[in-house]
């Protein structure tokens, strides 16, 4: 597992995300749009089916069902001072019980405050976004952001592929007909709520009605970097409904 997981470092995503993990992922659940989504998750599992441990890492998009998929097995940890290697580590950036970003445990956990990881969709350092990043990263992290993990019951010797799990694909809210920059109905907050864990919106920003100002930037800098300006605009505040699925994909698939 972490032969292959290391194999993928420094591998840099494509234009709107776009991964070979995604593509993997994509073909084995039958739906393109997971070619483009946001793929920590995929990272993991891929890398899981590639070294014959699909049965046991799983095969999944969207953490949180990741984390119930080992629970239901017995597999949930919380206990970080336990971490091994290949242990599958979830993330809660926003301190709201919810995992939002997976890794691969590195090495064991030692007296300290960190734990070494690999994990795809995340940042070369703390700068970027740690969970929308642009590529494949060994990272040093916080053991206090850990939810929990899942330790798979791994085979003392695997190679190629295994029988996949049945993944659980995650389905965007309807897009809101009418929102618009300086509208209040409909309400904003949603699409706040989205933005702000994509790391587009600052975690500070009061929730409003109002599609105002930071929502604008946000969204203008979210339509930016996936290429979803309107032809012809080098700045676009609005969200239509493609950067809705999109957006929302990345923040909770």
């Not at 597992?1 to 234009?15: D, I, P």
Request: hydrophobic letters at 30%; glycine letters at 12%; aromatic letters at 12%.
């Amino acid at each position: 597992m972490l032969a292959e997981a290391r194999k993928w470092k420094g591998y840099k995503e494509g234009a709107s995300n776009h991964t070979r993990f995604g593509e993997w992922y994509a073909t084995l659940v039958k739906d393109k749009s997971f070619a483009y989504a946001a793929w920590c998750d995929e990272y993991v599992s891929y890398c899981g089916y590639a070294s014959g441990n699909a049965d046991v890492v799983g095969q999944f998009a969207y953490c949180p069902s990741h984390v119930n998929w080992f629970k239901k097995r017995g597999q949930w940890h919380k206990a970080t001072e336990t971490i091994e290697p290949g242990d599958i580590l979830f993330f809660d950036w926003n301190d709201d019980g919810i995992a939002d970003h997976v890794e691969i445990a590195t090495a064991a956990s030692a007296p300290g405050a960190t734990i070494a990881t690999i994990g795809g969709n995340t940042s070369a350092g703390t700068a970027g976004s740690q969970s929308n990043g642009d590529g494949v990263y060994e990272r040093t992290r916080y053991r206090s952001d850990i939810l929990g993990f899942g330790r798979p019951a791994y085979k003392a010797s695997s190679t190629g592929g295994s029988k996949p799990t049945t993944p659980e694909t995650y389905k965007p809210p309807t897009f809101p007909k009418g929102l618009a920059p300086n509208k209040s109905t409909p309400s904003a907050k949603t699409l706040q709520k989205a933005l702000k864990a994509t790391g587009w919106m600052g975690k500070d920003v009061e929730l409003s009605d109002n599609y105002g100002p930071r929502t604008q930037k946000g969204v203008a800098g979210f339509n930016a970097k996936h290429g979803l300006n309107d032809k012809g605009k080098t700045y676009d505040p609005a969200i239509g409904p493609r950067g809705w699925a999109l957006l929302f994909t990345l923040a909770y698939g």
